[in-house]
């Protein structure tokens, strides 16, 4: 029976992996530049041609651990840290913290590697004066321009990732977009409550910091549902599932609950902060999509079909119901498992722009027993 891992778990991998890749495959290109200009031969000793190939294997070891060590690091402990700094603080603080880091782990590996080719015990006192000579030779600066190469190149990539996502960034990768692709997808369109009249309490940025905080205390909540952010629209989050992880265990529906609750639990510092407390609304829609990469001037990977305004205009009858969360008809008959949930039927109703009404839903969590 396969393991499956928490969505969380499973997203942070995916993140990390490719900072071991980038950390493997520079240093086989600076492996093969050395070589090259060291104008190595094939035609050695068969004892060194096992030996190199030893010292070749443990070293891409190395550095694929190097790398998934550092991208661990990064994206659950520095980005953290210096969330709040501007881009080039980050880079700064980040590479001085990481060549202190590289330096402790050279002197970790290094002797390790010389007593595998020398094939004497790593506390033989010529493991220590070769890392001496080593720590103070041209050898040792070029691995630091080789480290310091794949380490920005890590950074960039993670800074990339998380500007843009890191699932559309893998799939600019892998050109899984290139050519459009047709979809089944589930839609949330949030919105906030009240959002003329908060932001025109507050003024432009402390509402703009608000709707920071507002935003990241949903993050958790959409990861854990297996959800991925498509749009930020203003006060508008758009949350978009591939269809089977959105159905799979309720996600789809968890995640508003999911969302109101983390957002509940800060109430009284969102109070303290800024002198309200925001809500939102949320409509949830399923349907066929078209998804492909756009632009020229800036490349983006978009959804488009009739189920995008659907949802939309599911969110927007909210307030004629007073509501905070409605779903169509279609998408409460997909639903696995509804026992967990109150479902109540609302009619049928005219959505805006559309000929044919659909019948709508409200959902309550119910009570655990």
């Known amino acids: 029976m396969a393991v499956q ?17 980038i950390w493997l495959i520079s240093g086989w290109v600076f492996w093969v530049v050395e070589q090259a200009a060291a104008g190595s031969s094939v035609q050695n000793h068969n004892s060194r041609v096992v030996m190199n ?27 953290q840290v210096f969330s709040k700094k501007s881009f080039t603080q980050k880079i700064a603080y980040k590479i001085i913290f990481y060549i202190l880091l590289l330096l402790i782990i050279t002197v970790i590996t290094y002797p390790i590697a010389k007593s595998l080719e020398l094939d004497i015990s790593i506390f033989d ?55 459009p ?19 025109e309490q507050l003024g432009h940025i402390k509402y703009f910091e608000l709707l920071k905080e507002y935003y990241s205390d949903f993050s958790e909540a959409i990861i854990q549902h297996s959800g991925e952010i498509y749009q930020y629209v203003g006060d508008e ?18 995640c508003f609950f999911a969302m109101k609750e983390d957002l509940h639990k800060r109430a009284d510092w969102y ?6 407390i925001p809500t939102f609304k949320a409509g949830l829609h399923f349907g066929k999509v078209t998804t492909g990469e756009i632009g020229e001037l800036k490349k983006e990977i978009i959804f488009t079909g009739d189920v995008l305004n659907t949802t939309a205009r599911i969110q927007g009858l909210c307030n004629q119901f007073n509501l905070d969360f409605l779903i169509s008809g279609d998408l409460s008959q997909s639903l696995p498992n509804q026992s967990e949930f109150t479902i109540q039927s ?12 659909m019948e709508l839903f409200t959902i309550v969590q119910s009570p655990l027993l």
């Open 5 to 21: 891992l928490p969505p969380k778990t499973k997203r942070n991998l995916y993140r990390i992996i490719p900072f071991g890749l």
């Open 53 to 79: 190939l030893e010292i070749f294997i443990f070293s891409s070891i190395a550095l694929t651990a190097v790398g998934l060590l550092i991208g661990t690091i990064e994206l659950l402990y520095l980005n």
């Open 125 to 179: 006192q010529r493991v220590w004066d070769i890392l001496g000579d080593y720590l103070t030779s041209f050898t040792h600066l070029s691995t630091d321009i080789q480290l310091t190469s794949s380490l920005l190149v890590s950074l960039f990539y993670a800074e990339i990732s998380e500007n843009i996502g890191h699932g559309v960034l893998m799939n600019f990768f892998t050109g899984k977009y290139h050519s």
């Open 181 to 199: 692709t047709e979809e089944l997808r589930i839609f949330m369109f949030s919105d906030m409550k009240s959002s003329t009249a908060i932001a």
């Open 237 to 254: 989050i758009i949350i978009s599932w591939k269809y089977e992880d959105g159905i799979a265990n309720n996600n789809c529906l968890k």
């Open 271 to 276: 109070y303290a902060t800024y002198g309200v």
């Open 346 to 357: 609302l009619g049928k109703n005219e959505l805006k722009g559309k000929e044919e009404s």
